[in-house]
């Protein structure tokens, strides 16, 4: 099976800071790729799909990137409310294995 | 509005049964594939299985193999779980969540605590 690893595993940035989080999957997957973000005491939410398409209502400050094995997330400009784990995931076919997550918070 | 409200869970015994419930609103069900995803106490998040939108083809993850069934009943915009041989590591709360037609899981349940413990 592919395995999803992420990097950070966390991440403490300012308001206003370039955040850049790093996915990579052990096989190649195309651009099936996607990101979620995870507030505390949440339900997951889709931000990101097909490596690097924003789902509808997402702010622009989120956007995606890469293809194959290596994937990131970019935060152009962290906000307050950006607080929240981030989660990649394979989707390309089962299993539809998860990132281990990555932490950010503010600094 | 597309609603997903997960139900059964409760606190069960190691090596006990539990059936879990989704039921589904505000979209067409019957033309969607279908997960369920957990989330161990302070753990990240883990696919567990999928089904397809007819129930034909169905999908899990190595952890539950064996011991889980996923199912649905599109007369009643329901999915299920259904969770035997129950250990203390599926300790977690479990998500419903739909697939979209074109993008990954683009709605999400608020979950359903399943605790295994003696």
């Known amino acids: 099976d592919i395995q999803m690893t992420q990097s950070p595993s966390s991440l403490s940035a300012s308001v206003g800071d370039r955040v850049t989080i790093t996915c990579r999957a052990s096989q190649g997957i195309s651009n099936y790729l996607a990101w979620y973000q995870q507030k505390p005491g949440k339900v997951p939410k889709l931000l990101i799909y097909?490596?690097?398409t924003l789902q509808s209502g997402v702010p622009s400050r989120f956007s995606g990137s890469g293809s194959g094995t290596d994937f990131t997330l970019t935060i152009s400009s962290l906000q307050p409310e950006d607080v929240a784990t981030y989660y990649c995931q394979k989707y390309n076919s089962a299993p539809f294995t998860f990132g281990p997550g990555t932490k950010v918070d503010i600094k | 509005e597309v609603q997903l409200v997960e139900s059964g869970g409760v606190v069960v015994q190691p090596g006990g049964s539990l059936r879990l419930s989704c039921a589904a609103s505000g979209f067409t069900f019957d033309d969607y594939a279908m997960h369920w995803v957990r989330q161990a106490p302070g753990k990240g998040l883990e696919w567990v299985s999928l089904i397809s939108w007819d129930g034909g083809s169905t999908y899990y993850a190595d952890s539950v193999k064996g011991r889980f069934t996923i199912s649905r009943d599109n007369s009643k915009n329901s999915l299920y779980l259904q969770m035997n041989s129950l250990r203390a590591e599926d300790t977690a709360l479990y998500y419903c969540?739909?697939?979209?037609?074109?993008?990954?899981?683009?709605?999400w349940g608020q979950g359903t605590l399943v605790t295994v413990s003696s």
């Open positions: 969540a739909k697939e979209g037609r074109t993008v990954p899981f683009d709605y």
């Open positions: 097909a490596a690097s």
